[in-house]
């Protein structure tokens, strides 16, 4: 009689495993992610009889782990691997970490593979194993012939099986290890299909025990769904040390790699790229390339400052005010929360007198950025005034400020690094909040520091 195969239903979105299909999971609330999966074969599983507890029993050392108070429990402080990517070992806070494991997620085609083959090639200190189960050899070679590094200690491994995967690392003993991608990868204790939940949990969970185990640190490449979430369960963020985001326009040149969790670092931290056609290079001062492309003498451009991270950053904010033709006005908004555009227009209308109910109005960051920063507020308000009244904005002129639902120009952080950012790209007048001037004294900066409390103060300086 053939063999009963035994499946369950599990969450593509929280990993929650029911006898059942259902609708609607009940542990995340997301509607129609049950899928079906084989559960693990038995026959290929560890046997009861087989499993060891923890410690080495057969030379009679048991370890048995017991509370210790915590300063008796002493620790070295690791050695990082510095690369020679300073954007890579910022995001990572300071180097890799050995024994952690780093999910990097990204969507297709926007140079995950290329960023770690990058890597890769440019530690030369260190043996890197490279197991692609995506692409060939040759293609990888083809690939790394395109980049300007070389590497005498780089070794590429195609396979998917995790298996075989640790039998060659066992006999290569590689200093780092890379995977691309855990949704490729399966093991043979489970019947599932590469890429579904328990096989990307499974085989993730032996990577990390490799990891912690042998303190190789290990980078993994992650799909992402189609609504920009890291495909496989969410556990997945949880279980491992670091999560780095790749993003980015497909279609633009510019790269962010973003941390959005790290046991080692911050997680505010952010780094920039440029595609180029021999690779990824790093961009140091990304200030200038964001607002490189100014001309002047165009209506609807202002410059705010942001920050991502402890990092300052200049960016461009365009927009275009125009008449109505239809009765229903649009709002378009690219790398700014609409809800909040919507908000900012709100009190213009009430606060400023300016009529923009009957008005298209589109909202662009340029270089591809997604600002959540409220300093940009005072930036995107005069952005539109600008485009409304049809009159530039003098280019040496730039914004840090939120703006508040009464008109009121409200106080930010780290005012003193975006003033001096400012200044070191130039700029010789700031916009802030008069309740941001404590602390900040005119004397020390080269740029004239203009503090005002409303909307209306800003319009008299610049529109009369
Ligand atoms: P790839 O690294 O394969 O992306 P992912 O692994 O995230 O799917 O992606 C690369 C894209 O980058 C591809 O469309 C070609 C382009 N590219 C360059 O522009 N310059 C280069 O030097 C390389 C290697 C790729
Ligand atoms: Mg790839």
Redo the contacts with the bound molecule.
Sequence with gaps: MAKKVKTAFFCQNCGHESAKWQGKCPSCGEWNTFVEEILQDKSAAPQKGDWKPAGNVAEGKKTVSKPLKIEEITYSEEQRIITKDAELNRVLGGGIMPGSVVLIG?E???????LMLQIALTLNQQKVLYVSGEESGQQIKQ?AE??PFDSDNCYILTETNTQQIFQQIEQNKPDVLVIDSIQTLSSSLLEAAAGSVSQVKECTLELIRFAKETNTPVFMIGHITKDGNLAGPKVLEHMVDTVLQFEGDRHMTYRILRTTKNRFGSTSELGIYE?????LREVSNPSEILISQRDGGLSGIAVGTIMEGNRPLLVEVQSLVTPSVYGNPQRNSNGFDSKRLNMLLAVLEKRGGYKLSFSDIFLNITGGLKVEDPAIDLAVCASMISSHEDWALDGQVCFAAEVGLGGEIRAISKIEHRISEAEKLGFKHIFVSKFNMKGVKQEDHNIRIHAIGKLEELTDYLFT
Excluded: A, C, E
């Excluded at 297709?108 to 290329?114: A, C, E, F, R, V």
């Design positions: 990204g297709p085609g926007i140079g995950k593979s290329t690939r395109r980049l595609m180029q056609s021999v690779g």
